[in-house]
Each structure stands twice: as C-alpha cells, then as structure tokens.
C-alpha cells in the first residue's frame, strides 16, 4: 500500500512557526523526489517546496527564506519548517511524491490544514 501521511498543521499567529511532517511508505520514499504543495480556499493548488533523493532543495519564490524542507531517508520522513508565518499561508499543506525530475506528482498525501490568524 503506497502511504504518505502528513501530521503538524494546525493554528498559529501571525509570524509564528509550525513543522510539518509527512512519513512515507517504501515504496514511495527511496530514490523519489519529494515536496509539499499548498491549496488555500478557492485557489489552485500551488507548489512549496520540493527536495531531491540527493538533497537539492528547491522553493517557491513566495516561501523562500522562511520555509525549510528537509528530509530523513533513514526515516523514510520528510519535513517542512515554516517560519515567520503569514495570513497568506493559510491553506491545506499537501505531501507529494515524485519518481521523476522535474518533479511531477504521482503520489499525495490526505492533507494537513495550517491556519495563520493576524
């Protein structure tokens, strides 16, 4: 059964910070790229960040500088710190996985929500 599971999201101030996880099976861990994907209400849904097997990063020019995505391959577990938080980053934090490069998705996690307050 192939499983990303996101944990972490949750409501936070203005120019707080929140960590979220997402530990992946396997099969959708070794040797796949992988990154997190924002859906705010009424929007498309957005790349963050991603990060390679090798541990090349890559974010969007909204988050960088204060997102960190990071990644445990022995954990099989991938993380994205948010820092100095936006009402703006409101939005349904998603886990994605990539067998290719460029990234392009072909598993998703459920979902976390991440809720900034100002």
């Known amino acids: 059964q192939v499983q990303l599971v996101e944990s972490g999201g949750g409501l936070v101030q203005a120019g707080g910070s929140l960590r979220l996880s997402c530990a992946a099976s396997?099969?959708?861990?070794?040797?796949?790229?992988m990154g997190w994907f924002r859906q705010a209400p009424g929007k498309e849904r957005q790349f963050a960040a991603s990060?390679?097997?090798?541990?090349?990063?890559y974010y969007a020019d909204s988050v960088k500088g204060r997102f960190t995505i990071s990644r445990d391959n022995a954990k099989k577990t991938v993380a994205l710190q948010m820092n100095s938080l936006k009402p703006e980053d409101t939005a349904v934090y998603y886990c994605?996985?990539?067998?290719?490069?460029?990234?392009?998705?072909?598993?998703w996690g459920q979902g976390t929500q991440v809720t900034v307050s100002s």
């Open positions: 994605a996985a990539s067998s290719t490069w460029p990234f392009k998705s072909d598993y």
């Open positions: 990060i390679r097997w090798t541990g090349s990063t």
């Open positions: 396997e099969r959708t861990f070794k040797g796949y790229a």
